[in-house]
């Protein structure tokens, strides 16, 4: 299983960027998917997650600015970020937990990361 992350970059603060990451190979199903994010010398954070039912979460540190969705038909999850500030700004990584075959446990999957930079 892999999945592809897409849409960081450079944004000035106050702006707003989304996220794409779309997971493919050997999927039976997929339960949790998410965003963490990551800075130089920190633990990574969850950012934000979705659940197969619909349930979402998120830290408090991006409630009101953030939103998480997810296209369940083709495994891609969003994160539209809006407001960005300077703090926002780290690696970011997305998750999911895949169920690859019917017969075999679910797994952690993680993209490889996009940076996303909230500097003028």
């Known amino acids: 299983v892999q999945l592809q992350a897409s849409g960081g970059g450079l944004v000035q603060p106050g702006g707003s960027l989304r996220l794409s990451c779309a997971a493919s190979g050997s999927i039976f199903n997929i339960n949790d998917m998410g965003w963490y994010r990551q800075t130089p010398g920190k633990q990574r954070e969850r950012v934000a997650l979705?659940?197969?039912?619909?349930?979402?979460n998120y830290a408090d540190s991006v409630k009101g600015r953030f939103t998480i969705s997810r296209d369940s038909a083709r495994n891609t999850v969003y994160l539209q970020m809006n407001s960005l500030k300077s703090e926002d700004t780290a690696v970011y990584y997305c998750y999911a937990d895949v169920r690859p075959t019917w017969y075999q446990i679910r797994q952690d999957c993680w993209g490889e990361g996009t940076q996303v930079t909230v500097s003028s």
């Open positions: 979705t659940t197969r039912d619909g349930s979402t």
